[in-house]
């Protein structure tokens, strides 16, 4: 652990005399599965929210860290309470706060704070900042020491500055996952400017896949939904795509050969990149958003020949996420979800596993009361 760590957890450490209780679900190993556990949270400072949580969603990556199935980039400290896609209501607002009151929606995404000095946290891409970040779970924790304990809990307190306003046009649960799958997809459709006029495709139809599709769409692109499974077309449709091709189909995806102007990739399993920059025109961009385990070769050549590009991108900054929930809000958007009891979380991860959801697991954390 670097000294700069050390130097933050001992600060953070010191400072805590007060603290509160929270009920989470937590896991206690990689095999342990999540279960009922109390937690410690910090006392509401002046510039702090305090939150009843409402509802969590429920990521992929959520899955991945309590399995600790990212060790290698992500190492999984436990206990480990999940959740970075959380919607909840003030029940108390710091004196220093200025933009929320207390029964007030409120949400917290992926990060609860970051440096605020680095140059990406000054041009809001908070994201990115050289701190690192402090994310939701499983951070280095500066307040309490160990690390920072997500959504799956009956409360939260965060900073002001890392809280978003939810419209009360949007339905709580459904506007839970807007704020990982919504924001992921969001920040590389606006970063690459997809507009009207412009073909886009989407590469999986899952929790993220869905979330583009209807962006795209609302940005007025063609959007064709690129799928292993054929039983996901009409759903494809009813979400927005104009059409969908069988990527196993080669003479499908042969037709589709450099008519794109952009691909969204949100696939997190190994596969082949190479033909989707076939299907870029020439200056054409695939982006992921996907975090397969393991290295993906790419061939050369697809991209010298026609000044492709291939590029990544991860969630986006606050300023961003508060647009796109706004947006969401004008637009009616929100996440097709399941919405689940808490209790139920062990059985939802079996099932995320195998892809068995539509399109996105909300746990209603009000049975934890």
């Given at each position: 652990m670097s000294e700069t760590i050390q130097a933050t957890l001992a600060e953070g450490a010191a400072?805590?005399?007060?603290?509160?209780?929270?009920?989470?679900?937590?896991?206690?190993?990689?095999?342990?599965?999540?279960?009922?556990?109390?937690?410690?949270?910090?006392?509401?400072?002046p510039q702090d929210l305090q939150l009843e949580v409402l509802f969590c969603g429920v990521c992929h990556s959520d899955l991945h860290q309590v399995r600790s199935e990212w060790q290698k980039t992500m190492p999984t400290v436990y206990p480990c309470v999940p959740g970075h896609e959380i919607v909840g209501r003030v029940t108390k607002a710091g004196s220093a706060v200025r933009e929320f009151k207390e029964g007030d929606l409120a949400a917290v995404g992926c990060m609860v704070?970051?440096?605020?000095t680095c140059a990406a946290c000054r041009e809001g891409q908070e994201q990115f900042c050289e701190g690192p970040a402090t994310f939701t779970y499983n951070s280095p924790d500066k307040h309490l020491g160990g690390v920072t304990y997500?959504?799956?809990?009956?409360?939260?307190?965060?900073?002001?500055?890392?809280?978003?306003?939810?419209?009360?046009?949007?339905?709580?649960?459904g506007a839970a996952p807007l704020l990982c799958a919504g924001i992921t997809t969001y920040s590389p459709l606006r970063h690459w400017n997809v507009r009207s006029g412009q073909k886009v495709g989407v590469v999986g139809l899952g929790g993220l896949g869905h979330m583009a599709v209807k962006f795209a769409n609302a940005f007025?692109?063609?959007?064709?939904?690129?799928?292993?499974?054929?039983?996901?077309?009409?759903?494809?449709?009813?979400?927005?795509?104009?059409?969908?091709?069988?990527s196993r189909n080669a003479a499908e995806m042969q037709k589709?050969?450099?008519?794109?102007?952009?691909?969204?990739?949100?696939?997190?399993?190994?596969?082949?990149?190479?033909?989707?920059?076939d299907l870029l025109k020439r200056d054409g961009t695939l982006t992921l958003v996907g975090a397969p385990e393991a290295p993906m070769p790419v061939?050369?050549?697809?991209?010298?020949?026609?000044?492709?590009?291939?590029?990544?991108?991860?969630i986006g900054g606050l300023r961003e996420t508060q647009d796109m929930l706004d947006f969401c809000a004008e637009h009616g958007i929100t996440a097709?979800?399941?919405?689940?009891?808490?209790?139920?979380?062990?059985?939802?991860?079996?099932?995320?596993?195998?892809?068995?959801?539509?399109?996105r697991f909300v746990a209603d954390m009000a049975s934890l009361k």
């Open positions: 400072a805590t005399a007060k603290t509160c209780v929270a009920r989470a679900y937590a896991a206690s190993g990689a095999s342990s599965g999540l279960a009922p556990a109390n937690i410690r949270r910090r006392a509401p400072r704070d970051s440096c605020r997500g959504g799956y809990s009956d409360s939260l307190v965060v900073d002001e500055a890392f809280a978003l306003r939810v419209s009360d046009r949007l339905d709580p649960a007025g692109a063609r959007v064709v939904v690129f799928t292993t499974s054929p039983g996901k077309a009409e759903d494809a449709v009813r979400l927005g795509a104009h059409d969908v091709v069988v589709e050969l450099g008519s794109f102007d952009f691909i969204l990739d949100t696939v997190s399993a190994v596969h082949d990149l190479n033909a989707y920059l061939g050369v050549f697809s991209l010298l020949f026609r000044r492709r590009q291939l590029a990544g991108s991860l097709e979800v399941e919405v689940i009891p808490i209790q139920q979380i062990n059985e939802a991860y079996d099932r995320l596993a195998r892809s068995d959801v539509k399109y």
